[in-house]
């Protein structure tokens, strides 16, 4: 039985194309900028880059509104 997050493995995007040891450095470099972040409008500017990057990646919104709404 494939994991919930396995039903999108075979779309082509250009993030699927990054070596995965850059995806995971990009992504904890992220967050930790994110963590780091103290005033709204960096903020903002974060969420923008994180919705670009769930645009980029071509996952369907209700896939990703659902694991943010739990």
């Known amino acids: ?3 919930d997050i396995d039903r999108f493995s075979h779309l082509v995007s250009p ?7 850059f995806k995971i450095f990009s992504l904890g470099l ?3 900028g994110v963590a780091l972040i103290k005033a709204i409008p960096l903020s903002a ?3 923008v880059i994180a919705l670009v990057l769930v645009w980029m990646a071509g996952l369907p ?9 739990g």
């Open 1 to 3: 039985m494939p994991l």
């Open 15 to 21: 993030l699927q194309r990054w070596d995965p040891r």
């Open 30 to 32: 992220f967050v930790l």
């Open 45 to 47: 500017i974060a969420l």
């Open 61 to 69: 919104p209700h896939f990703v509104a659902g694991g943010v709404n």
